[in-house]
């Protein structure tokens, strides 16, 4: 049985930093395209960001520079470094997994979220 399992959400001000985690059981990370993405109440799920087998990474725009995507693939864990944290950057945040080495195909696999709020 696949498991994606979220952590390090909370609420911080502006300009704070996250570290979101996610531990995932039933799959190796090291074959699957890792991304993360968010949700913005009232707005589309969107990618913030990627790392394939080779730990090539992408980033949102709305986010690059400000936010690490990394994974240790002895613990199966996937992380995501968010800083100067903006009130935009407020949603839920999921991890998904998708089938494939490179990424590029939409994931198979996703996690439960992990709310993260931005206040000034």
């Known amino acids: 049985q696949v498991q994606l399992v979220e952590s390090g959400g909370g609420s911080v001000q502006v300009g704070g930093s996250l570290r979101l985690s996610c531990a995932v059981t039933g799959i190796p990370l090291s074959y699957y395209c890792m991304s993360w993405f968010r949700q913005a109440p009232g707005k589309r799920r969107e990618e913030v960001s990627t790392?394939?087998?080779?730990?090539?990474?992408t980033y949102a725009d709305s986010v690059k520079g400000r936010s690490t995507i990394s994974k240790d693939n002895a613990k199966n864990t996937l992380y995501l470094q968010m800083n100067s944290l903006k009130p935009e950057d407020t949603g839920t945040y999921y991890c998904?997994?998708?089938?494939?080495?490179?990424?590029?195909?939409?994931?198979?696999?996703w996690g439960q979220g992990t709310m993260v709020t931005v206040s000034s």
């Open positions: 998904a997994a998708a089938a494939t080495s490179s990424c590029g195909r939409w994931p198979s696999y």
């Open positions: 790392i394939d087998n080779e730990f090539s990474t």
